[in-house]
């Protein structure tokens, strides 16, 4: 029989509950200790973490360069969430509800969180990746949404139960994956019709989706992937595995990530150069 929970009257806060991330929760916001934020020289100062999350920006980021955008240019400074980095003043300032990532502007003197809305303002800004036909940018704004909506289900739900909390329960398991492999049904059979999400253009609700689906049914999530049977999602990963193939994407996932092979981490990016020469195996190999 399954011990029962009786919520207490009133809820109070403890810190050590919570498993691998509970340090990084609380229940108030603001900053905990004053810390400026570095900035670079480029146009756009980028403050992130190579999660799903931070990866849409920079491959987005990384996409416009290869456009010969040269506004895009950014410095992507880390913000280690494992450390309170995103409770300090100088990243409050930007983003109050300190969740990474955030964007500052320096041309337009602009502040932009939410990975959402940061998208949307880039693509705005330079012209790309949002159809300007009216029907088809609706219908990619309907999957950008869609992803905003559903992605703390995957990450929140289904990963945090599956792979962080510290006991592991049938009920909350069950509850998350079959909405997980709901979600994946949805993309799916969309796929199946289109090339892409929302049509044949590659937009900025592919960027969006592709760091927690895409990952996800290639079994590169939670160590989930027999678990959630991702080969059956032939749609999906047709359109998974043509969008990891862009050089675009496979340098943006690299940017700020601080886990998985050295090759493929680069904690911080301020140059182009930074992808041959400042990824981990190269620091470890030039460390004295």
């Known amino acids: 029989m399954v011990d029962s929970y009786t919520p207490p009257a009133v809820w109070t806060w403890d810190a050590e509950n919570g498993g691998e991330w509970a340090k990084i929760n609380r229940p108030i916001a603001g900053a905990t200790h004053d810390a400026e934020l570095r900035h670079g020289e480029h146009p756009l100062q980028l403050y992130s973490l190579g999660t799903p999350n931070g990866q849409k920006v920079t491959i987005l980021l990384e996409e416009l360069l290869a456009l010969g955008e040269a506004g895009a240019e950014y410095d992507a400074h880390l913000i280690d969430i494992s450390k309170g980095d995103q409770f300090s003043s100088g990243f409050v300032a930007i983003n109050p509800n300190s969740k990474i990532p955030a964007l500052f502007d320096v041309e337009a003197g602009s502040r932009v969180f939410e990975s959402g809305a940061i998208l949307l303002y880039l ?21 950008l949404f869609w992803l905003q ?22 009920y909350a398991i069950d509850r998350f994956t079959m909405e997980a492999k709901r979600q994946m049904d949805v993309l799916d059979r969309e796929l199946a019709e289109h090339r892409f999400l929302g049509g044949d253009d590659y937009t900025i609700a592919d960027m969006a989706t592709w760091p927690w689906y895409g990952n996800l049914v290639l079994g590169e999530a939670y160590g989930a992937g027999e678990f959630l049977q991702v080969e059956s999602y032939k749609n ?43 990824t981990q195996d190269k620091i470890a190999t030039d460390a004295p």
């Open 236 to 278: 999906l990963r047709r359109w998974a595995h043509e969008i990891l193939a862009r050089p675009a994407v496979q340098r943006g996932r690299m940017v700020n990530r601080t886990w998985g092979p050295p090759e493929g981490q680069l904690h911080e990016r301020h140059d182009a150069s930074d992808f041959e020469l400042r």
């Open 123 to 143: 693509a705005q800004k330079f012209g790309h990746f949002l159809p300007e036909d009216s029907a088809k940018r609706t219908e990619a704004m309907n999957w």
């Open 149 to 170: 909506g559903s992605a703390p289900y995957l990450g929140g739900g289904f990963g945090h139960f599956y792979a962080y909390a510290p006991e592991k329960f049938e």
